[in-house]
C-alpha cells in the first residue's frame, strides 16, 4: 500500500510517498481501507516534531479518517468488512489502509462521503466540548469566535447557532468573512492578517460584540489576537484556549481580574481519554444536528496522497476556509 511518510523533522515539504507493506488487525482491532483524510492543525505540528504527541519515525501524519473495513481482529463482534466508518486516529491517516481499535470507529450514514464523514470528528467534538463543557455557552449569549472561518471556527459558529447564542465571527478577510455568514454567523468582523496590535484589535471586537462583551469567546488563533479578545469579554465571561497557529499568547492576568472572567483550556483529546462516555453523548448530539441540517462540514479542496503535503502547507498558510482533505 501506499502511504505518505515523514522520516524526519520538518514541514511538508519533506513528506515521501512510499510503498508499505499491508497492516494486519491484531485482537480487538480493524483493518480499515481509507477513503478520505481530513487535515487538521496537528498535523502541521506533529511533523516538526512540535506537538505534544511525538510518532516514532516513520510515520504517516493524518488524525482523523473515513473508510471502509476490510478486515476485523479477533473478537471484533460490531463490525464487518464493508461497513462505512469515520475514526479520530492521532496521526498514521495518510495511507491506503490503516488499523485502529474497534471501540474509535464510528459508524458513518450511507448517505454521507468519505469526504464529509473525514471533515467532522476533530474539529466539531472539539468545538462542542469548547462550548458546552468548558464555554457553559447559553441561549440568548454571545459567543465571539476568532479564526472563524477554519475547521473549529466554522464548526463553533455552526453549534453556537445550533444552541441558540449571538456569534460574531473574526476573520481576516472578506472572503472569509462572507464564509462565516454562510455558516450562520450573525455578524462577521474582518482584522488584519498581520502585525496585529492588542489594543487596536480589541477596539474592532469591542464594537463587534456590543458594551455587554462575549459571554464566550473560542480562540483556536493565538497570538496578539488573544490578548485583544479578552480585552472585550464580558463581565464573568469565558475564554476558550483551543490552538495557537498565531503563537502562543501571553495574556495580562490584571484582565481577567477586573472582568472575574474564566480562561479555560481546551484539549478534546486528553477530554476523550478521561470522558468517553460524555464525549460519545456529544457525538451523538452532533449527528443528529448533521441530520436536521444545522452543522455540515464545509471542505473548500480535497487533494490526492500524493499531494497530501500540500494540504498541510495550505493549511499552515492559512489559505483554507473549512475543512482540506486528502483522498485515496
Not at 452532533?286 to 479542496?301: Q, T, V
Request: hydrophobic content about 45%.
Amino acid at each position: 500500500m501506499k502511504a505518505l511518510l515523514s522520516r524526519e523533522p520538518g514541514g511538508p515539504e519533506t513528506l515521501q510517498i512510499e510503498e508499505v507493506a499491508d497492516p494486519v488487525p491484531a485482537t480487538g482491532e480493524l483493518l480499515v481501507r481509507v477513503r478520505a483524510c481530513s487535515i487538521n492543525y496537528p498535523d502541521v505540528l506533529i511533523i516538526e516534531d512540535k506537538y505534544q504527541l511525538k510518532p516514532p519515525r516513520p510515520f504517516a501524519p493524518g488524525s482523523e479518517i473515513a473508510g471502509e473495513v476490510e478486515a476485523v481482529g479477533e473478537g471484533v463482534s460490531r463490525w464487518k468488512p464493508g461497513d462505512r466508518l469515520i475514526a479520530a486516529t492521532g496521526y498514521g491517516g495518510l495511507v491506503e489502509k490503516v488499523v485502529i481499535p474497534a471501540d474509535r470507529a464510528i459508524p458513518l450514514p450511507d448517505e454521507r462521503s468519505f469526504e464529509e464523514g473525514s471533515a467532522l470528528l476533530l474539529t466539531y467534538a472539539t468545538a462542542i466540548h469548547a462550548l458546552i463543557d468548558r464555554g457553559r455557552l447559553q441561549a440568548a449569549q454571545t459567543l465571539l469566535v476568532l479564526g472563524a472561518s477554519g475547521g473549529v471556527g466554522i464548526a463553533a459558529v455552526e453549534i453556537g447557532k445550533a444552541l441558540g447564542a449571538k456569534v460574531i465571527a473574526a476573520v481576516s478577510s472578506e472572503e472569509k468573512a462572507q464564509a462565516a455568514r454562510d455558516a450562520g454567523a450573525d455578524e462577521a468582523v474582518v482584522y488584519p492578517a498581520d502585525d496585529a496590535h492588542p489594543r487596536a484589535l480589541s477596539e474592532l471586537f469591542k464594537t463587534a460584540v456590543g458594551p455587554s462583551g462575549a459571554d464566550v469567546i473560542l480562540d483556536p488563533v493565538g497570538g496578539e489576537y488573544s490578548e485583544a479578545a479578552l480585552r472585550s469579554i464580558a463581565w464573568e465571561g469565558r475564554f476558550l484556549v483551543v490552538g495557537f497557529p498565531a503563537g502562543i499568547a501571553k495574556l495580562p492576568l490584571n484582565l481577567t481580574l477586573l472582568k472575574s472572567c474564566d480562561v479555560c483550556g481546551v484539549f478534546w483529546g486528553a477530554f476523550v481519554a478521561r470522558d468517553p462516555k460524555r464525549n460519545a453523548a456529544h457525538v451523538d448530539q452532533l449527528f443528529r444536528w448533521w441530520a436536521e441540517g444545522k452543522i455540515a462540514p464545509k471542505i473548500s479542496a480535497t487533494y490526492p496522497l500524493e499531494r497530501g503535503g500540500e494540504a498541510i502547507a495550505a493549511l499552515r498558510d492559512r489559505k483554507a476556509i473549512g475543512k482540506l482533505v486528502v483522498t485515496m
